[in-house]
């Protein structure tokens, strides 16, 4: 299958010429296909932000190519113009960047650009409002005036109004209480079903990502180090812990039976698969006639 979104070899050099210069990421290589949930991880500063920010053309890359579809998004004006609209970015803390009098002028706010007519633009925003929860009466008041965690949902619910393919969100839970991360997941997983978009999320939480991603892009220095399925990436903790990241808790846990001689399997990474695999080692136990 043709990956939906794949870069060849893009580096970003900040500040070029200046004593500030900087290789923020160098010579990534990055696919991912259609429908595809995509966890994009890595130490403060590993240049995940800088990435994610090439594959909707706001980057240009110092040297290197984006393609969309196969196309590459600078082949011309119209190329770069569509992927704006095709490959939805979501920065941290998007909160802070609603500015319009109501909510659903912020939400309009991409289709408009997009030049929809005024029936479209409103169903799109009762659409994405709808992904993400808010309700019809929210979106006649001022932004100034939701919750901490409906303003982030308005704000994601911006980009999905642009129904992209591609949905990127860069630490989509951070600063949010368990219940307000909950929603935001949610959110993205009804966006993804309904749609079969591509998701890729940056993100500080393993627990969270091992839970929900297909597959994992570890970065480190700039360069994507390790990739894999959540299961290949978490089973290599020593070198994540090397690079100043973590493995999700209950694989922490698991290994630590492990190295206190329980059989538990080193590939866990969900608290659903530490549970089946205690169960049925206590239904061995009993089977096996121990009285314990
Ligand atoms: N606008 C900029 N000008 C100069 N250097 C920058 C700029 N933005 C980022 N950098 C540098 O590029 C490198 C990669 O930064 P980037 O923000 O992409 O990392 P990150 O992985 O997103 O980090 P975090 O987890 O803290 O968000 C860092 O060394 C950073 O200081
Ligand atoms: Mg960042």
Same mark, same amino acid.
């Given at each position: 299958?043709?990956?939906?979104?794949?870069?060849?070899?893009?580096?970003?050099?900040?500040?070029?010429?200046?004593?500030?210069?900087?290789?923020?990421?160098?010579?990534?290589?990055?696919?991912?296909?259609?429908?595809?949930?995509?966890?994009?991880?890595?130490?403060?500063?590993?240049?995940?932000?800088?990435?994610?920010?090439?594959?909707? +053309? #706001?980057?240009?890359?110092?040297?290197?190519?984006? /393609?969309?579809?196969?196309?590459?998004? =600078?082949? %011309?004006?119209? $190329? !770069?113009?569509?992927?704006?609209?095709?490959?939805?970015?979501?920065?941290?803390?998007?909160?802070?960047?609603?500015?319009?009098?109501?909510?659903?002028?912020?939400?309009?706010?991409?289709?408009?650009?997009?030049?929809?007519?005024?029936?479209?633009?409103?169903?799109?925003?009762?659409?994405?409002?709808?992904?993400?929860?808010?309700?019809?009466?929210?979106?006649?008041?001022?932004?100034?005036?939701?919750?901490?965690?409906?303003?982030?949902?308005?704000?994601?619910?911006?980009?999905?109004?642009?129904?992209?393919?591609?949905?990127?969100?860069?630490?989509?839970?951070? +600063? #949010?209480?368990?219940?307000?991360?909950?929603?935001? /997941?949610?959110?993205?997983?009804?966006? =993804?079903? %309904?749609?079969? $978009? !591509?998701?890729?999320?940056?993100?500080?939480?393993?627990?969270?990502?091992?839970?929900?991603?297909?597959?994992?892009?570890?970065?480190?220095?700039?360069?994507?180090?390790?990739?894999?399925?959540?299961?290949?990436?978490?089973?290599?903790?020593?070198?994540?812990?090397?690079?100043?990241?973590?493995?999700?808790?209950?694989?922490?846990?698991?290994?630590?039976?492990?190295?206190?001689?329980?059989?538990?399997?080193?590939?866990?990474?969900?608290?659903?698969?530490?549970?089946?695999?205690?169960?049925?080692?206590?239904?061995?136990?009993?089977?096996?006639?121990?009285?314990?």
């Amino acid at each position: 299958m043709n990956p939906i979104i794949k870069t060849e070899k893009i580096s970003h050099v900040y500040s070029v010429d200046t004593p500030f210069e900087r290789v923020a990421i160098k010579d990534v290589d990055f696919e991912a296909e259609r429908g595809e949930y995509i966890g994009v991880i890595g130490h403060t500063g590993s240049g995940k932000s800088t990435f994610i920010q090439h594959l909707n +053309g #706001l980057l240009v890359p110092s040297s290197g190519r984006v /393609l969309y579809d196969g196309n590459d998004i =600078r082949a %011309s004006k119209a $190329a !770069t113009r569509d992927v704006r609209f095709k490959v939805g970015l979501v920065f941290q803390y998007p909160e802070y960047q609603l500015f319009e009098e109501t909510v659903f002028k912020d939400i309009a706010f991409g289709p408009r650009n997009m030049g929809l007519s005024e029936t479209e633009i409103d169903a799109r925003v009762r659409e994405a409002a709808g992904f993400v929860g808010l309700p019809d009466a929210k979106l006649e008041v001022s932004p100034f005036d939701l919750s901490g965690g409906e303003k982030r949902r308005a704000a994601i619910a911006g980009v999905i109004a642009m129904r992209p393919e591609v949905l990127i969100l860069d630490e989509p839970t951070a +600063g #949010l209480d368990p219940h307000g991360r909950d929603e935001i /997941l949610g959110n993205i997983d009804a966006y =993804r079903r %309904s749609t079969n $978009a !591509t998701i890729l999320v940056v993100t500080h939480s393993m627990d969270e990502i091992a839970k929900s991603a297909d597959r994992l892009f570890v970065f480190s220095g700039g360069e994507i180090v390790i990739s894999g399925t959540p299961r290949a990436v978490f089973l290599r903790g020593d070198e994540l812990r090397q690079m100043g990241l973590a493995v999700p808790k209950v694989t922490e846990i698991a290994h630590r039976l492990r190295d206190a001689g329980v059989a538990v399997s080193a590939d866990i990474y969900t608290i659903e698969q530490l549970a089946t695999e205690l169960a049925s080692m206590r239904a061995a136990i009993r089977g096996g006639g121990t009285n314990a």
